[in-house]
């Protein structure tokens, strides 16, 4: 027979092993941030995509973080350095941004979304992306971008086809001149 302290010592060793079980899970699982902290992620990542749009190389050095890295959706890897060399690429071109959704771990921050990028006003890309923010020294910094192309932007069969039927005409017009000129020798 089982003493009664012995029960209880048992029982408090099972409450302890549920309570850690149940705390590892709970503390395994994203916060959704408060509407504060999103409001800032969000005018974060509007100034940081400015920046960038804008070819504001100042503005954008102060927000992407020294271990930022970037995974292009063409497939191009970068840090800050090798990023910082072709700043301002972008320069001129919009975005729309869709289906965002934002996710906090402690001190991380991890947007996702679709990004609609055009030049004036054509669409020219549609990606998945996926942006990771820390932050660290009483800001948050930019550190790491993803991006995976949704595929061809559906307005492409049109300007291809309408490529293709000027340089259908182009070339008609070329061989018509030749057939008229060498109708008009013989």
């Avoid at 590892?24 to 504060?36: E, G, H, M």
């Avoid at 005409?169 to 001149?177: D, E, G, M, Q, S």
Wanted: hydrophobic share 45%; aromatic share 14%; glycine share 6%.
């Amino acid at each position: 027979m089982h003493k009664p302290g012995q029960f209880y010592l048992h029982l408090s060793f099972v409450l302890f092993a549920i309570f850690c079980g149940l705390s590892q899970t709970a503390f395994s699982q994203f916060l959704a941030p408060s509407d504060s902290l999103s409001k800032v992620l969000v005018a974060n990542e509007a100034k940081m995509f400015h920046a960038i749009l804008t070819a504001d190389k100042v503005s954008a050095d102060k927000m992407i973080g020294e271990d930022y890295i970037t995974i292009d959706a063409d497939g191009a890897m970068e840090n800050k350095t090798e990023m910082m060399k072709t700043f301002g690429r972008f320069k001129g071109a919009t975005v729309s941004l869709h289906d965002k959704q934002i996710r906090t771990y402690g001190n991380l921050s991890i947007i996702t979304g679709r990004a609609r990028f055009y030049m004036k006003s054509i669409l020219v890309a549609e990606v998945f992306y996926t942006e990771t923010w820390v932050y660290r020294n009483n800001q948050f910094y930019f550190i790491g971008w993803q991006g995976t192309m949704t595929g061809v932007p559906s307005n492409y069969p049109v300007i291809f086809s309408i490529l293709a039927l000027i340089i259908v005409y182009l070339v008609a017009r070329v061989v018509i001149k030749r057939v008229r000129r060498s109708g008009a020798k013989g």
